[in-house]
Nanobody
């Protein structure tokens, strides 16, 4: 059974940084793409960043140049480094796992809250 556990969320001031982590278990981590999605109150869930099984990355336009997704296959972990945070980045951030050709993947974590506020 696949489990994805996120951590690293919290309250940060505008312009600040956070690093999210997601540890995966129950699957062969290196075979799958990993992604981060987010959902703000009253809005649909949206894709933030994705990294393929081979390490190719792509980002939502709204976070390009500010967020960086990476993975550590030895630790079954995917990271999201978030810099220059804005109030509009406030949302619950979800980790997602799936094949390289399907978006989103079929497995989700429970999410971690990120709040950007002064």
């Amino acid at each position: 059974q696949v489990q994805l556990v996120e951590s690293g969320g919290g309250l940060v001031q505008p312009g600040g940084s956070l690093r999210l982590s997601c540890v995966a278990s129950g699957s062969v981590f290196t075979l799958y793409a990993m992604a981060w999605y987010r959902q703000a109150p009253g809005k649909q869930r949206e894709s933030v960043a994705r990294i393929s099984s081979k390490g190719s990355t792509d980002y939502a336009d709204s976070v390009k140049g500010r967020f960086t997704i990476s993975r550590n296959n030895a630790r079954n972990t995917v990271f999201l480094q978030m810099n220059s945070l804005k109030p509009e980045d406030t949302a619950i951030y979800y980790c997602n796992q799936g094949s390289d050709v399907v978006r989103p993947g079929g497995y989700w974590g429970l999410g971690t809250q990120v709040t950007v506020s002064s």
